[in-house]
Structures are given as structure tokens and as C-alpha cells.
Nanobody, 124 residues
């Protein structure tokens, strides 16, 4: 059974930082690209970042580019999302997801497995 478990969410002031982690089990982690998505209250879930299976390529939404950094450790079956200079508009539930192939994408339909999400709240 595949499990993706996010952690690291919380409440932070604008300008602060948080580091999200996602621990994967039940799959050959190194075969999958991984992604982070988020859903703000009253909005649809949106793409945040993705990383390929070898951690050689990343892609970020324009709204987070230059502030967020995604990385992975295939030996530990984990991905992280370092979020700096957080803004109130970053407030959302953040989801980790495993892509169906080695190369990631921005399309949610391409992701096979999803975590339960972790809440990030940024106060102004």
C-alpha cells in the first residue's frame, strides 16, 4: 500500500520560512517524479513544484519561483519543500504527490498517489 505522509506545516508570519517534508512508502520511490500542490480555501488545487526522479530537473509555479525550493533524497524516500519569504497568499493545504513517470509535470491527472496534506497558514 502506497503512503505519502506530509509534515512540517504550521503557522508563520509573513516573511518567515517553513520546511515541508513528505515521507513515501510502499513504492519504488526512485522511479517516480514527485510534486507539491496546494489548495487554498475556496480555490481549486494548484501546482506548486515538481522534481524528476534523479533530482536533476525541477519546475516551479511562477507564484513561488525564487522563494520555494524542492529537493529529494532517494535513499530516505523523502521530498522536501523549503518555503522562504512566505506570503499570506501562500496559505493553503499542501499536498505531496507521486507522478506516474520519472519526469514530472504540472498536471494533477498525471499524479497517481497523493498524501493527506498539511496546513500552512501565513499571517500578515
Amino acid at each position: 500500500q502506497v503512503q505519502l505522509v506530509e509534515s512540517g506545516g504550521g503557522l508563520v508570519q509573513a516573511g518567515g520560512s517553513l520546511r515541508l517534508s513528505c515521507a513515501a512508502s510502499g513504492l519504488t520511490f526512485s522511479n517516480y517524479a514527485m510534486g507539491w500542490f496546494r489548495q487554498a480555501p475556496g480555490k481549486e488545487r494548484e501546482f506548486v513544484a515538481t522534481i524528476d526522479w534523479r533530482a536533476r530537473n525541477t519546475d516551479y509555479a511562477d507564484s513561488v519561483k525564487g522563494r520555494f525550493t524542492m529537493s529529494r533524497d532517494n535513499a530516505k524516500n523523502t521530498v522536501t519543500l523549503q518555503m522562504n519569504n512566505l506570503k499570506p497568499e501562500d496559505t493553503a493545504v499542501y499536498y505531496c504527490a507521486a507522478h506516474g513517470h520519472e519526469w514530472g509535470s504540472r498536471l494533477q491527472s498525471h499524479y497517481y498517489y497523493w498524501g493527506q496534506g498539511t496546513q500552512v497558514t501565513v499571517s500578515s
